[in-house]
Structures are given as structure tokens and as C-alpha cells.
């Protein structure tokens, strides 16, 4: 929103770009890690417990530091989509996306006529409250939201070359532990295995001119291999963790020193 160039726009053009999943409700601390300097944050509303009042908040406290805030849904939802993009959120990631139907229909419900059918309000955030410029308003939404799916679970991932089809898709996600349990490895993200797999689909997804991404960095070994293999949209630990990672150092190495 009122940014020179979309994260949408920069996936296109080739950029690799790098973000957090968050899961603590909280706009001031959405404030802080987008302070960090981080190019995207992930909203989780499937695994984190926030509300779309809340989320409005963390979605403006990050687009004041410059990130880009996308928000993660649990499931393909007319009403949740329509919410997420209303408040101004950058963009949707959806997730138990398991078939090119289930693809299209987010597409479906992410773009404005003729792209899609998702339901016109000029009068929200994203609109800018007022009412102004209705077919400008269109256009942007539909040129800048980035549209993503997660592809979990074996059906899903089976449905990769299916699903790359999909017109106006903009990033695939391939969940890894969904991928391990897939080819029946249950939690190996890290297993040589896995991270095969994973570097096969990440160039079928860059061969079809979508982004790609699929992995959660706990180091700068994961991220270099990350964009190694090609992953455009590297993502990093959720903020809960982060913190819970700092704070738990800081208790161990003063247990070393009183001891």
C-alpha cells in the first residue's frame, strides 16, 4: 500500500526476499520484528490465535516499518480471504490446497472482475475508506495482492504440475513437514531425502514463472540453501520461537556463571 514497487512485483522481476511467520497476537510486537528489517511477514491464522481485529492492527504495524504483511489461512474461505485482503493485508497464503480446483478457487476469490469474483467494497481499508476511485481501486488490488497456496499432505503435493497451471497464481508453498510425512519421514525436514524432493519441486515451480517457497530457516546454512536451490520466498522462524530461542540463551549462559 503506497510503496513503490509490491512484494508481489518483486517476486515477478526475480528478488528473493526473506520473512518470519508470527503467531503472537500483537500489533506492537508485529512492530518490532518488522523493524528488524525483514521484507514480509507471515500473519498465522490457522496456527496462531489471532482475530481479524487484531490482525488489521498487525497488518498497519507492518506496513509502517515497510514489511510486506501476508496473512496465512487454514483453509480456502470466501469470508476469510475477502477479511484479509479488506484490512490491507499485501497479500494471502492458503493453505490444504490439494488440487488445481482448489488453486483456482483462491485465485478466484482473491481477484476483483473479470480476474475473479471477490466481493467489492470500496469502503474498507484497502479502499481507502472513502468511496474514491472504484476502478483504480480494481486495478491496484488485482495488479499488486500477491495470491499463495500451500500444498500440504501427499494429495496436495501430487497435485504440484496440476496446480502450477493455475492462471494468476503468484507463490507456491510446499509445506516441509507435510512433505515428510508425504514420503512417509514424519518431522525429517532436514533428512537429505526431503530436501531432494524439495529442490525437485522448487524447480518445477520456478520453471512454471511462479515463486516458490517451502521451508522454515533456523540458521544461515538453511537460508543459503534455501536460495541455492532456487526459493524465492525464504521464510524464518516464527516470532514466538525467536524469542523464546534469545531469552532461553540468555538463561543458560547465566546458569553457567552462577554455578
Known amino acids: 500500500m503506497n510503496r513503490a514497487i509490491s512484494l508481489k512485483q518483486r517476486l ?74 479488506d484490512i490491507g493485508a499485501d497479500g494471502v497464503l492458503t493453505a490444504h490446497v490439494e488440487t488445481a480446483g482448489d488453486a483456482l478457487e483462491v485465485v478466484a476469490l482473491s481477484k476483483y472482475h473479470p480476474l475473479g469474483r471477490r466481493g467489492f467494497s470500496p469502503y474498507t481499508r484497502a479502499g481507502g475508506y472513502s ?55 514424519p518431522g525429517e525436514v532436514g533428512h537429505p531425502k526431503i530436501r531432494k524432493y524439495m529442490e525437485k519441486c522448487v524447480r518445477r515451480i520456478h520453471d512454471a514463472g511462479i515463486a516458490a517457497g517451502g521451508y522454515v530457516a533456523k540458521n544461515a546454512d538453511d537460508m543459503a540453501w534455501m536460495v541455492d536451490i532456487g526459493m524465492q520466498f525464504v521464510t524464518y522462524l516464527p516470532d514466538c520461537t525467536a524469542l523464546y530461542t534469545a531469552l532461553r540463551a540468555a538463561v543458560e549462559d547465566f546458569q553457567k556463571i552462577v554455578k
Do not use: C
Open 12 to 85: 515477478k522481476r526475480g528478488d528473493v526476499v526473506f520473512g518470519p511467520w508470527s503467531v503472537i497476537s500483537s500489533g506492537a510486537v508485529m512492530n518490532i520484528v518488522s523493524s528488524a528489517g525483514f521484507d514480509f511477514v507471515i500473519i498465522d491464522l490457522e496456527h496462531g490465535p489471532t482475530s481479524f481485529e487484531t490482525a488489521e492492527e498487525m497488518v498497519r504495524a507492518a506496513q509502517s516499518e515497510g514489511a510486506s504483511p501476508i496473512i496465512r489461512l487454514g483453509h480456502i474461505s470466501e469470508e476469510h480471504i475477502l477479511k484479509s485482503l
Open 131 to 185: 468511496g474514491g476511485d472504484i476502478t483504480e481501486h480494481a486495478k491496484q488490488q488485482n495488479e499488486e495482492t500477491l495470491v499463495g497456496v500451500i500444498l500440504e499432505g501427499k494429495k496436495g503435493i501430487e497435485a504440484l504440475d496440476a496446480v502450477l497451471k493455475t492462471e494468476h497464481l503468484d507463490l507456491v508453498y510446499i509445506g516441509a513437514y507435510d512433505l515428510s510425512q508425504a514420503l512417509g519421514m
